[in-house]
């Protein structure tokens, strides 16, 4: 079945480092990857997605890169700022096309950033 | 901007009890979902709802949870008889598509 790794956190930066939080998948077919954020007392909001290989979701100034050799999605951002502290999940859905697919989460990584 | 919207955000009930979460999806989206979340853990899939019937379920979603759209605009999930281990947040989400759109979340929890 369907599987999201990602790194476990928390992920403590200071303010203006560069970020990166380790996604990597297991799907059969050609799965669509999401980046979708949870901040404090929220519920999940959709950061970005990619639905082929090679193509870079961005928002926010966050970005990932669909890499099908290396089933990953890594999301990056150059230059955190304190407002992006909150837990990080990335997911993936089949690719049935049909929509009815739930997705699939991996545990979430806290980032907590430091002025 | 249109929302996902969840009802009430924090319910507290008896250990056996039946609860209903509610959800108001996306007016024009097509598939309807509800995830939990236990505290810690990671978001889990229970089911998936397209054309006024269930389309996906997964091994959490047993005997004792239901969902049903009763009137066309809500999207409720039921908890028949609520057990300790089912305190957890649920997030309702819609799509016309697999990218969901979430729910602020319920949080339950079960004494």
């Known amino acids: 079945g369907n599987s999201v790794t990602q790194m476990e956190g928390p992920v403590t930066l200071s303010e203006e480092a560069f970020l990166t939080i380790n996604c990597t998948y297991t799907?059969?077919?050609?799965?669509?990857l999401f980046w979708y954020v949870q901040y404090p007392g929220e519920g999940l909001q959709l950061l970005l997605k990619a639905t082929k290989a090679d193509d870079k979701g961005s928002n926010k100034g966050f970005e990932a890169t669909y890499r099908k050799e290396t089933t990953s999605f890594h999301l990056e951002k150059g230059s955190v700022q304190v407002s992006d502290s909150a837990v990080y999940f990335c997911a993936l859905s089949g690719d049935s096309g049909g929509g009815a697919d739930g997705l699939t989460f991996g545990k979430g990584t806290h980032l907590i950033i430091q002025p | 901007e249109p929302e996902v919207t969840q009802t009430p955000s924090h319910q507290v009930t008896q250990m056996g009890q039946e609860v209903i979460l509610r959800c108001v999806p996306i007016s024009n989206h097509l598939y309807f979902y509800w995830y939990r979340q236990i505290l810690g853990q990671k978001v889990e899939f229970l089911v998936s709802?397209?054309?006024?019937?269930?389309?996906?379920k997964s091994e959490i979603f047993d005997d004792q949870f239901s969902v049903e759209r009763p009137d066309g605009s809500n999207f409720t999930l039921k908890i028949r008889s609520t057990k300790l281990e089912d305190s957890a947040m649920y997030f309702c989400?819609?799509?016309?598509?697999?990218?969901?759109?979430f729910g602020p979340g319920t949080r339950l929890t079960v004494l």
């Open positions: 989400a819609s799509s016309p598509g697999p990218t969901g759109f």
């Open positions: 709802f397209y054309n006024n019937e269930i389309s996906e």
């Open positions: 799907a059969t077919g050609y799965p669509s």
